[in-house]
Nanobody, 125 residues
Framework: QVQLVESGGGLVQAGGSLRLSCAASGRTFSSYAMGWFRQAPGKEREFVAA????????YYADSVKGRFTISRDNAKNTVYLQMNSLKPEDAAVYYC??????????????????WGQGTQVTVSS
């Protein structure tokens, strides 16, 4: 079992920044891949960013590339999502997820095994 707890969401003006954190517990954090997804009201959950077990490989959705950065600190069992130049369309509930079996990065939400409860990001224009 893995427990994931997100934090760092909030209200920010367009153009501002937020850093989301996701603290993991329950199994060896450095052994699994992690991802961030988001879901806006009335929309399907969408992929945002992913990182492999060591942090050496990352992947981003086109919509956030160049603005968001995913990273992890295996010593702290935490994955981060640094979000810069936020836009109103980035507003959503952001979820972190853990994939126990993928060696690289995983873009498909159905491949993730554990999910956090989500943290709300609101961007005012």
């Amino acid at each position: 079992q893995v427990q994931l707890v997100e934090s760092g969401g909030g209200l920010v003006q367009a153009g501002g920044s937020l850093r989301l954190s996701c603290a993991a517990s329950g199994r060896t954090f450095s052994s699994y891949a992690m991802g961030w997804f988001r879901q806006a009201p009335g929309k399907e959950r969408e992929f945002v960013a992913a990182i492999n077990w060591s942090g050496s490989s990352t992947y981003y959705a086109d919509s956030v590339k160049g603005r968001f950065t995913i990273s992890r600190d295996n010593a702290k069992n935490t994955v981060y999502l640094q979000m810069n130049s936020l836009k109103p369309e980035d507003a959503a509930v952001y979820y972190c997820a853990a994939d126990m079996y993928t060696y690289g990065v995983e873009l498909e939400s159905s491949r993730y095994d554990y999910w956090g409860q989500g943290t709300q990001v609101t961007v005012s224009s």
